[in-house]
């Protein structure tokens, strides 16, 4: 064999194996998905929306009185769109067991009609299987008129099995207007 046909035979090795490199790469993309949802069912990290739609129930007699956790509320808006979006006030004390409701405004000041969806966030993560929502209006998207402003619930508890050790979470909400991101795919 002369090394011209050589050469053309290690080229076409490399080339399958190119070939090859990439059909692993673009099957790994697709397979991310998957890995990454039961990574975080495993950790608790991630996608939190998923651990804070379930709806725990409230035993009645079950707050832990002599200890307070301290609720962080916190604001976010990507840096498309005009929108007013805050909490109604910054923080709050709360008793382990007692159900507790707090507020965000929303002011949609697009100047036209259009739909928004708060992302949940809570911190630390591993505070996030404790601490249930049972009413959110992070659960559904949300309707706007245009220069509608309004204020909106989120009612939650702390389970008494927090670490002890964690005294402050903070619950934080990504404002998107889904129109915008429509648009922009």
Not at 7 to 34: D, H, I, M, Q, Y
Not at 39 to 67: M, N, W, Y
Not at 85 to 94: E, G, K, M
């Amino acid at each position: 064999m002369n090394e011209s046909q050589t050469l053309k035979r290690r080229n076409r090795a490399l080339t399958g194996k190119l070939w090859l490199f990439v059909a692993g790469s673009f099957a790994f993309g697709f397979a991310l998905v998957p890995l990454y949802r039961v990574l975080c069912q495993i950790t608790g990290f991630g996608d939190q929306k998923l651990l804070s739609v379930a709806v725990a129930p409230v035993r009645a007699g079950s707050v832990e009185a002599g200890r307070t956790v301290t609720v962080e509320f916190m604001a976010n808006l990507p840096t498309v769109g005009n929108w007013e979006f805050r909490p109604s006030q910054a923080t709050l004390q709360v008793h382990p067991g007692q159900l507790y409701e707090a507020s965000f405004i929303a002011h949609n000041l697009t100047g036209h009609d259009t739909v928004a969806q708060a992302v949940p966030n809570i911190a630390p993560g591993e505070a996030a299987s404790w601490f249930h929502k049972t009413q959110c209006f992070c659960f559904s998207p949300q309707s706007f008129k245009r220069g509608e402003q309004r204020v909106m619930p989120v009612r939650f508890f702390i389970d008494r099995a927090l670490p002890i050790y964690v005294d402050r979470v903070t619950l934080s909400y990504t404002f998107y207007d889904t129109a915008l991101h429509v648009a922009a795919r």
